[in-house]
């Protein structure tokens, strides 16, 4: 498809469990993006990719949390040993101008997001 | 640190009002951009419109205008004329040397 894909859409696991989310973004767009959105909340920043590295980590809640990034495309969110506050809808987005020197002057294309539910 | 403040968390109005959505933001960059996002009940977030640090004009698309005033950090959203499939959650946020952030949201709903 043309837009930004994230599987699985919904994903429901037991507390401890390891998952792991993944964002297929937009050929050719080198920035991409992954938020977590809680019932009711905003959209909280986890990390940012440019390309294959990640210059950004600090939104990422805990050293449960990695995200990787190969070939500039596919990229993936993993979450290990789950707790049930981890339940969000997590958001990929990409978009297809990077850093340029000192800005992201894109706008971000959304996918649909995974629902993950910690039980 | 870069920050965005929406500090209405619901708005209610009725078809044909008008409403202003406000956005304050924080951010040390000289050189940053500015967004408003919709994402109606079906979930996916939509882009609505981006402003560079550098133009202050103020911009309608439609029933849609923006106010962009760097005085007060401030880019406000204003719908005229509201109609009910404008009921959706609008993110202002902003973007500088390495992220974009958002704010917390609003929850717009729009009664017939």
């Known amino acids: 498809g043309a837009g930004v894909s994230q599987s699985p859409s919904n994903k429901v696991t037991e507390k401890g469990k390891d998952v792991e989310l993944r964002c297929d973004p937009i050929?050719?767009?080198?920035?991409l993006y992954w938020y977590r959105q809680s019932l009711g909340q905003g959209l909280e920043f986890l990390i940012y990719?440019?390309?294959?590295?990640?210059?950004?980590k600090s939104g990422l809640p805990s050293d449960r949390f990695s995200a990787e990034r190969t070939g500039g495309s596919v990229s993936t969110l993993t979450i290990q040993r789950t707790q049930q506050e981890d339940s969000a809808v997590y958001l990929c987005?990409?978009?297809?101008?990077?850093?340029?020197?000192?800005?992201?002057?894109?706008?971000?294309?959304f996918g649909e997001g995974s629902r993950l539910t910690v039980l | 640190a870069q920050k965005v403040t929406q500090a209405q968390t619901e708005i209610s109005v009725v078809e044909k009002e008008d409403v202003t959505l406000d956005c304050v933001y924080e951010?040390?960059?000289?050189?940053?951009?500015l967004f408003w996002y919709k994402q109606p009940p079906s979930g996916e977030l939509v882009f609505l419109i981006r402003?560079?640090?550098?133009?202050?004009q103020n911009e309608i698309s439609g029933r849609y205008s923006w106010n962009f005033q760097k005085s007060t950090s401030s880019f406000n959203f204003t719908i005229t004329a509201s109609q009910v499939v404008d009921s959706a959650v609008y993110f202002c946020?902003?973007?500088?040397?390495?992220?974009?952030?958002f704010g917390a949201g609003t929850r717009l709903t729009v009664k017939p």
């Open positions: 987005a990409s978009s297809p101008r990077g850093l340029a020197g000192w800005a992201n002057t894109g706008e971000l294309f």
């Open positions: 050929s050719g767009h080198t920035a």
């Open positions: 990719f440019q390309g294959n590295s990640a210059p950004d």
């Open positions: 951010t040390r960059d000289t050189t940053y951009y």
């Open positions: 402003r560079n640090s550098f133009d202050e």
């Open positions: 946020a902003l973007s500088g040397n390495n992220d974009m952030r």
